[in-house]
C-alpha cells in the first residue's frame, strides 16, 4: 500500500516536474473557475459570418481564433528568448509595419481600389521581406552590437508606427475585395476560423524545422553559454540574428492575420500591447526569459492559454484598460512561482507532506 | 600542550537525490591549525564545507562552535559569520568593480550612514597590518587575483572569523603568489585562526597544514597529523587502494625522435592573436604528445587558442600536412581535425543545462551541419557509447551536465572531442580541479590516443605531470617562447632553469 503510495508520489512529482504541467494547469484552472462562475461560457453555437454563411461562434471559438496570433508570435518570441536572453518588445510596431506594406501592395497608390493591384500573395511576401528586414536590424542590434534586445527593440517599438503609417502616405487604405477577408476571418464553407489553420500550419512547419534541422540544440546552446558554443564551432552572434528574422516572419503572418480582419488599418492601435502577450505566452510555457533551454510546445500552449484570460476577463466585463493590471497579477504570480527560492520552498513542502503520507 | 577545540562537526549527513554525499562524517579543527580537507571530487569535500557555511541545511549531525557543548545551528551563510566561519571560494566572490576597502566592509556597515574615511583608514590598516600590497582605495579589478583572495581573507579576519576555509584557493595562483597566500595563513595561524585548506595540490598540503582529514565517498577515512603520513599513503588513502599508478605511466611516452624523423601534421609559423603573446614557431608530428610550460599568465592557453583560432589571430601561418591552411574562427580549426578543450571548463566548456547527451555531440554535430541533425536514437547510442569508454559517472545520458562532478563534466568534453575524430587534440588543463583517479584516466588516454596516431599537444600547470606524458615540451615565459625541450633535457630542473632564464 505505502509503496503504491510512494509510486503515486513520484508519478505526481514528475508531472509537476514537466514543463507542459505550467501551461496545462494555468489552462485547467481558468476552465474550472469559468465551469463555475458561468458554464454559457463553453457555449458554441452556429452563427452567420458577415458573408452569410454559418460559422462557429462563442467565446471558445475566439479564443482559437485570437489565440492563434499569439501562438504564431510566440514561436518566434521562443527562440528569440532563447537565443538573446531578452525579448523583443517592437513586435506590435512591427505588425503595424507588416500589415501597413501589405494595403500598400495591394492598393497601390489608391487607397480605396475597385480591384486589387496584385495578388495576396505577392502582398504577402513583400510584407515578409520588410517585417524580416525590420527583425534584421533588431538582430543586428541585438547579436553584432550587444545591445540589451529590450533596449534595442524599444527603437522600433517607438518608430514602427509612424513607419507604418509613413509607408501609406498616413492614408487609410480600405479593401473592398472580400476575399482578402478570409485570412482573418472565415473561409466560405468552413466554419473554423482561418486564422487557426494558418496557426497550425506554422506549427508544423515550426516542428519540421526543429525536427529536421539543428535550430533548437544551436539556439539552446548559445542562449546558455555563448562563449562555449563559440568554441565548438557555432556562431553565436548569427543564430542570434537569425532569431529576430524567424520573429520577423511570425511577424508577418500576424500582419496579414491583422489587417485581413479589418480589411484596413488603424496604425496607432493595431496589435496594441501584443508583444506582451507574446512574452507573456513563453513565460506561461515555463519558459526561462533569461534564455537557454526552451519548450516550443509549451510556449504555443501559453499563447492560447493568454488568450483564455483575456476572454475571460473581457467576458466579465473588464474594461479593456483595465485588462493589464489584471494580467500583471498573471505575471507576478509566474514570475513568483518560477524563482529558484520559491520552488526550492515548493519542493520541501511537497517533501514533507509526501513524508507524511508514507507515515 | 593541547590545543582549543574550536570546531567540532559529528556524524554529518547529507543527501540529494540518489546520492549520499555525506555519510556520518565526523570533523575536528583546533585553533592555530591549518588543515587540509583532502579528496576526490565526489568525496564530500564541497559538500561538507557548504554545511558547516550554512548553504546546505544538514540531514542529520551536530556542529559544536569554540568548544561549546551548546550545538549551533547554521541556516545560512550570514549565521555561519556570526559564529565565527567565513569562506574564501576559489572563484573571488567580491565585487571587482568596487574598492578594495568598500569589498572589506560591503554588507556590514551599521546604520545608514558610512564613515569613508575612517573606513578606508581602518581597511588601510589591516592591510598593513596583514601585509598585503594593496590600497583601500584602489579598485579591485587593479589587483592581481591573489591580492583580491587577500582582501577577501582580509574580510574575513575583520569579522572576527575564527574559522577561516580556504577553498582551493591557489588553483588560480602562481607560485609567488601562493607563497604570499601562505605567508598570509601563517600569520592567521599565529593570531589563533583555525584554518580548513581544501586544495588538489599535494605540495602544498604538505608545505603549510598541520592535520589532514581524508574523505571518501562521503565517508570519513581518517585524520592524521601530517608527519605520519607521507604522500603515497595520503594519495592511497584518497584513491581507496594501494595501488602505484602514479609511477607506473612514468616514462610510458615515447622518447622525440628529433626534428627530422616523423611526419609533421601541423606547423604554426610567426603566429600571434589578440591575445597579446608575441610571434611564435611550432609543430607537432604525428603521434606525438607535446605540451606548453611556464607560469601562470606565461601565455601557454593563448598559444593554443591562437591555433584553434579561439582569439582573433593577427598574423602567421598555419600550415596542415605541409599544406597552408586559414584559420579565423574554432569552425576552421574543426574542419581541419583540430579540437580544443579548453581550460576554462566552467565557461568555455560545458553547456551547462544541456543534457550530457547533448554536449556529448555537439561539437560532431556542429561538424555534421545545420541540416543533418542525428536522430535520437544515433545521439543516444554515441552517447552511451563515450560514457562507457571514458566511465562517465552520470545517472543518465538525459542529466544536465552542471550536476555532474567537476571530473565528469571534464570526461563528457573529452569525450565530445573524440567524437570529432580529431587528428590533432589540444588538451588545455584537463586535470585541473579534478581528482588523482581521473588525473590518471586523462594521462593514460593521452598516450593511448598517440599510440594510435593522434598528435595532442598536452598543457598542465603540474610539471611532473607534463614529464610523465610530453615527449617534447614548448617552454614559455611573458608571453613569449623561450626554448623547446626534449630528450634527455626534459628533466624538473631543466624546465624550471628555462622558465627561470639562463641555467643556474
Not at chain 1, 510512494?6 to 504541467?21: C, D, P, Y
Not at chain 1, 513586435?91 to 493591384?117: D, H, K
Not at chain 2, 551536465?401 to 590533432?424: C, D, F
Not at chain 2, 598517440?450 to 603540474?462: D, K, L, N, P, R
Amino acid at each position: 500500500m505505502g509503496n503504491t503510495k510512494k509510486k503515486e508520489a513520484g508519478f505526481l512529482s514528475k508531472i509537476v516536474r514537466q514543463q507542459l504541467f505550467i501551461p496545462i494547469a494555468a489552462l485547467l484552472i481558468l476552465a474550472v473557475f469559468n465551469l463555475i462562475a458561468d458554464p454559457s461560457f463553453f457555449k458554441i453555437t452556429m452563427g452567420a459570418s458577415s458573408t452569410g454563411d454559418p460559422v462557429l461562434s462563442g467565446y471558445l471559438i475566439t479564443i482559437l481564433d485570437y489565440g492563434s496570433e499569439l501562438a504564431i508570435l510566440a514561436i518566434g518570441m521562443t527562440l528569440v528568448t532563447a537565443a538573446s536572453g531578452g525579448q523583443d518588445i517592437s513586435v506590435g510596431a512591427a505588425i503595424a509595419i507588416a500589415g501597413s506594406v501589405i494595403l500598400r501592395v495591394l492598393c497601390g497608390t489608391n487607397s480605396r481600389p475597385e480591384e486589387l493591384q496584385t495578388s495576396v500573395f505577392v502582398a504577402f511576401i513583400a510584407a515578409c521581406l520588410v517585417a524580416m528586414l525590420f527583425g534584421a536590424f533588431n538582430g543586428i542590434l541585438v547579436a553584432h552590437f550587444k545591445i540589451q534586445p529590450m533596449v534595442a527593440t524599444l527603437i522600433l517599438y517607438t518608430a514602427g508606427r509612424s513607419i507604418a503609417a509613413w509607408i501609406n502616405n498616413n492614408e487609410l487604405p480600405i479593401i473592398s475585395e472580400p476575399t482578402f477577408g478570409y485570412y482573418g476571418g472565415f473561409i466560405p464553407g468552413i466554419p473554423i476560423p482561418t486564422p487557426f489553420f494558418i496557426a497550425v500550419i506554422c506549427v508544423v512547419i515550426t516542428a519540421l524545422v526543429l525536427k529536421f534541422t539543428n535550430l533548437g540544440l544551436y539556439t539552446q546552446a548559445v542562449g546558455i553559454n555563448e562563449k562555449s558554443s563559440r568554441l565548438n564551432g557555432l556562431n553565436p552572434v548569427f543564430i542570434k540574428f537569425l532569431s529576430f528574422v524567424i520573429l520577423g516572419l511570425c511577424v508577418a503572418v500576424v500582419g496579414l492575420i491583422k489587417v485581413s480582419r479589418f480589411s484596413t488599418i488603424n496604425y496607432s492601435v493595431i496589435a496594441k500591447d501584443i508583444e506582451m502577450d507574446a512574452i507573456l505566452a513563453v513565460a506561461l510555457g515555463g519558459n526561462a526569459l533569461s534564455g537557454g533551454k526552451f519548450n516550443m510546445a509549451a510556449s504555443i500552449l501559453g499563447a492560447y492559454v493568454i488568450q483564455f484570460l483575456t476572454t475571460t476577463l473581457y467576458k466579465f466585463d473588464v474594461q479593456s484598460d483595465a485588462l493589464p493590471a489584471y494580467k500583471a497579477v498573471v505575471v507576478i504570480i509566474l514570475v513568483v512561482l518560477s524563482a529558484p527560492s520559491v520552488r526550492a520552498k515548493l519542493s520541501q513542502v511537497g517533501k514533507k507532506l509526501h513524508a507524511k503520507e508514507v507515515a | 600542550m593541547s590545543k582549543k577545540t574550536i570546531l567540532e562537526m559529528k556524524n554529518i549527513s547529507k543527501s540529494f537525490p540518489g546520492v549520499r554525499a555525506l555519510q556520518g562524517v565526523d570533523f575536528k579543527l583546533c585553533e592555530g591549525e591549518v588543515h587540509a580537507l583532502m579528496g576526490e571530487n565526489g568525496a564530500g569535500k564541497s559538500t561538507l564545507i557548504k554545511v558547516l557555511t550554512g548553504v546546505y541545511a544538514k540531514d542529520e549531525g551536530h556542529i559544536f562552535v569554540d568548544g561549546n557543548d551548546k550545538e549551533v545551528s547554521i541556516h545560512s551563510p550570514q549565521d555561519a559569520q556570526r559564529v565565527g566561519i567565513s569562506t574564501v571560494y576559489q572563484e573571488i566572490t567580491l565585487c571587482p568593480n568596487l574598492s578594495v576597502a568598500e569589498n572589506m566592509y560591503i554588507g556590514r556597515s551599521e546604520g545608514a550612514g558610512t564613515n569613508w574615511k575612517k573606513m578606508n583608514e581602518d581597511a588601510d590598516k589591516l592591510l598593513q597590518s596583514l601585509d598585503i600590497p594593496a590600497k583601500a582605495t584602489q579598485q579591485l579589478a587593479s589587483c592581481s587575483i591573489a591580492v583580491q583572495q587577500m582582501v577577501a581573507i582580509a574580510r574575513a579576519v575583520d569579522m572576527d572569523c575564527k574559522i577561516l576555509i580556504l577553498d582551493e584557493p591557489t588553483s588560480s595562483l602562481d607560485e609567488q603568489e601562493v607563497e604570499k597566500l601562505f605567508g598570509l595563513m601563517r600569520d592567521l595561524k599565529a593570531r589563533g585562526v583555525g584554518i580548513i585548506f581544501v586544495t588538489h595540490f599535494l605540495d602544498q598540503v604538505y608545505e603549510i597544514c598541520d592535520k589532514i582529514t581524508v574523505l571518501r565517498d562521503g565517508k570519513l577515512v581518517g585524520e592524521y597529523e601530517i608527519k605520519d603520513l607521507p604522500r603515497v599513503k595520503l594519495v592511497a588513502k584518497m584513491l581507496g587502494k594501494e595501488l602505484d599508478d602514479m609511477s607506473d605511466i612514468k616514462g610510458e611516452q615515447k622518447p622525440y625522435d628529433g626534428d627530422d624523423a616523423g611526419e609533421v601534421v601541423l606547423e604554426a609559423e610567426g603566429l600571434y592573436s589578440d591575445a597579446g603573446i608575441k610571434p611564435f614557431d611550432f609543430n607537432i608530428k604525428k603521434g606525438e604528445v607535446n605540451g606548453f610550460t611556464g607560469l601562470l599568465g606565461s601565455g601557454r592557453s593563448e598559444c593554443v587558442r591562437a591555433i584553434f583560432g579561439a582569439d582573433r589571430v593577427l598574423g602567421g601561418h598555419v600550415k596542415k600536412n605541409g599544406k597552408t591552411i586559414k584559420i579565423t574562427k574554432p569552425l576552421d580549426a574543426m574542419k581541419n581535425g583540430i579540437a580544443y578543450l579548453p581550460e576554462d571548463r566552467k565557461n568555455d566548456g560545458i553547456i551547462g543545462d544541456l543534457s550530457v547527451r547533448e554536449n556529448i555531440i555537439i561539437a560532431s554535430q556542429v561538424l555534421r551541419g545545420f541540416f543533418k541533425p542525428y536522430s535520437k536514437a544515433e545521439a543516444n547510442k554515441f552517447a552511451e557509447e563515450y560514457i562507457k569508454l571514458l566511465d562517465i559517472k552520470t545517472a543518465s545520458a538525459d542529466t544536465p551536465i552542471k550536476s555532474l562532478s567537476g571530473g565528469n563534466q571534464q570526461k563528457v568534453i573529452l569525450a565530445r572531442w573524440l567524437m570529432t575524430h580529431p587528428e590533432y587534440l589540444i588538451l588545455d588543463e584537463p586535470t585541473r580541479g579534478i581528482d588523482i583517479g581521473t588525473k590518471i584516466d586523462i594521462q593514460k588516454l593521452v598516450l593511448k590516443l598517440a599510440s594510435e596516431g593522434m598528435s595532442v599537444t598536452f598543457i598542465s600547470s603540474e610539471t611532473d605531470e607534463m614529464l610523465r606524458t610530453c615527449s617534447r615540451m614548448v617552454v614559455m615565459r611573458d608571453r613569449k617562447v623561450v626554448g623547446e625541450l626534449s630528450g634527455d633535457d626534459l628533466t624538473q630542473n631543466k624546465i624550471m632553469s628555462t622558465i627561470a632564464g639562463g641555467d643556474k
